[in-house]
């Protein structure tokens, strides 16, 4: 098994992304506040992917710069599967 952890910015408690070694391989870790990234590929097809972890924030000025953040992230990666899952403080 392998995983990456983030600690809390605030009361969040912080972020997780686990996974299993025998069946993916993780190339980089990226954080930057309230998101953790992690970039591989599925060993049985090749498949690059991304897993984006959100905890976004209650203050709608940061969480603005937030997904500003997130919309260059994603524009700018090129090829690879997303998955952008987590909190989002957004109704």
């Known amino acids: 098994m392998g995983y ?8 969040s408690r912080g ?3 686990v996974w299993d070694s025998n069946y993916v391989q993780v190339w980089s870790i990226t954080r930057f506040p ?5 970039r591989g590929q599925v060993l049985q ?4 992917f991304f897993i ?3 905890y976004a924030p209650c203050d709608s000025v940061m969480t603005q710069v ?15 599967n997303i ?3 987590g909190d ?3 109704t």
Do not use: R, T
Not at 34 to 38: D, E, P
């Open 4 to 11: 990456s952890y983030q600690p809390s910015n605030g009361v």
């Open 15 to 17: 972020l997780l992304i």
């Open 34 to 38: 309230h998101v953790l990234i992690i």
């Open 45 to 48: 097809n090749s498949q690059e």
């Open 52 to 54: 984006v972890n959100v």
């Open 66 to 80: 937030l997904w500003d953040q997130l919309l260059h992230f994603v524009v700018n990666i090129g090829e690879g």
């Open 83 to 85: 998955c952008l899952c």
């Open 88 to 90: 989002f403080n957004s």
